[in-house]
């Protein structure tokens, strides 16, 4: 504070405000509730999934569904329906196997280091705590 100093009639003051409110236990609630909010749980689930899923991966099985559909509402026979289920498989499992191929050529030339998870979990303990993480005063 860059002013003078409260005074002890100011202090004295200030304390029973203090303690008046702190009885208040609805607004002690809104006030240690407020600010930002914890991220959703599907939030966290598409971080997830989109750290460890290429673009590509996720594009051809875009891609590879919608022609499929557009396939399969044309021709709704059964034999249709299961070859084009084969196909789809088929051509996400290729992505998915060449974006980990290509992942794994890359940290072999020195590209990208592999991620130990003991050093990942000691980067996450070492970062700046959320406002949603703080334990209440």
Same mark, same amino acid.
């Given at each position: /504070?860059?002013?003078?100093?409260? %005074?002890?009639?100011?202090?004295?003051?200030?304390?029973?405000?203090? %303690?008046?409110?702190?009885?208040?236990?609805?607004?002690?609630?809104?006030?240690?509730?407020?600010? $930002?909010?914890?991220?959703? +749980?599907? *939030?966290?689930?598409?971080?997830?999934?989109?750290? +460890?899923? %290429?673009?590509?991966?996720?594009?051809?099985?875009? /891609? /590879?569904?919608?022609?499929?559909?557009?396939?399969?509402?044309?021709?709704?026979?059964?034999?249709?329906?299961?070859?084009?289920?084969?196909?789809?498989?088929?051509?996400?499992?290729?992505?998915? $196997?060449? %974006?980990?191929?290509?992942?794994?050529? *890359?940290?072999?030339?020195?590209?990208?280091?592999?991620?130990?998870? $003991?050093?990942?979990?000691?980067? +996450?303990?070492?970062?700046?705590? *959320?406002?949603?993480?703080?334990?209440?005063?």
């Amino acid at each position: /504070m860059d002013g003078p100093a409260l %005074s002890g009639w100011e202090r004295r003051l200030l304390e029973e405000i203090e %303690s008046d409110l702190r009885q208040d236990t609805r607004l002690d609630r809104k006030l240690s509730t407020m600010g $930002a909010k914890a991220p959703g +749980r599907v *939030r966290r689930v598409c971080r997830g999934v989109g750290r +460890r899923t %290429s673009a590509g991966v996720v594009l051809t099985a875009l /891609m /590879m569904t919608a022609i499929c559909l557009g396939v399969g509402v044309r021709t709704p026979a059964t034999a249709v329906l299961v070859a084009l289920g084969v196909v789809w498989v088929a051509t996400v499992a290729a992505a998915v $196997a060449a %974006s980990e191929l290509l992942r794994r050529r *890359r940290e072999a030339r020195g590209g990208i280091e592999p991620v130990d998870p $003991a050093e990942f979990r000691e980067r +996450r303990e070492r970062r700046e705590r *959320r406002p949603w993480n703080r334990p209440e005063a």
